[in-house]
């Protein structure tokens, strides 16, 4: 059981570890003194390989929160992520949390959260691409929405239509009257097509669907739906 342990501990480490961690500071963060009694309790099962990741993750965010805030350098700095306010993870807490960009996932939704390296864990729709092609499938965990909150939700729509004069007014009437808020428009058109890529903060899912039905009942519109995140 201690070498059983010992190995789940070292897997849990190179999983979701960013910086440097001993066995005995992990074994410390369980209250164990005796690293070989801790490699035992994790053999036996007392100690799960989930709780061992987020007491890692926690302690990297209370070592250097500012580097696990920062945004990902890649060829292209990515926007900061949204914090995820009223999601509860199953078996942590106070861990950092992310929305996914590339899904949007808005209260109501199927979720799954994907543990990353000093980043906490970004939680996606459990139906996102990302998620479903996940090759480590071992960083996945369960996540579900907490208590309702006043957040609100970041949702790229695509609205196609027959172009008209007033066409984009009426759109904004609807969601006005939704009390919502519409950013990034975007218009392309094509043989009389006109196309219009919006983002529209939202609260809940089920918002979502009635500003899109309404949307989808407008004169000349012939589709308004979701669309994933560029």
Not at 12 to 41: C, G, H, M, P, Q
Request: charged content about 25%; overall charge negative; some cysteine.
């Amino acid at each position: 059981m201690i070498v059983q342990g010992r190995e789940t501990v070292e897997r849990e480490i190179k999983r979701v570890s960013s910086v440097e961690i001993t066995l005995e500071e992990v074994a410390a963060l369980f209250n164990y003194e005796d690293v070989e009694a801790f490699f035992a309790a994790v053999g036996f099962g007392d100690v799960s390989s989930e709780s061992i990741a987020t007491k890692i993750l926690e302690a990297e965010r209370q070592r250097r929160p500012d580097d696990l805030l920062a945004p990902v350098t890649t060829r292209q700095a990515p926007p900061t992520p949204r914090p995820a306010e009223g999601i509860d993870i199953m078996g942590t807490g106070g861990l950092l949390v992310h929305l996914a960009r590339c899904c949007s996932p808005v209260v109501g939704e199927p979720i799954v959260g994907y543990i990353t390296r000093g980043r906490g864990v970004t939680v996606h729709r459990a139906d996102c691409p990302n998620v479903l092609n996940a090759r480590e499938r071992e960083r996945l965990i369960n996540v579900s929405w907490g208590e309702p909150t006043e957040q609100r939700f970041q949702v790229p729509v695509m609205i196609n239509a027959y172009d008209r004069p007033g066409l984009l007014r009426d759109i904004a009437a609807v969601v006005a009257d939704e009390h919502l808020s519409m950013s990034n428009v975007n218009t392309s058109a094509r043989d009389n097509i006109v196309t219009f890529l919006v983002t529209m903060e939202i609260t809940d899912l089920t918002q979502l669907g009635r500003v899109l039905y309404k949307i989808s009942q407008i004169p000349n519109v012939i589709e308004a739906r979701r669309r994933a995140s560029s």
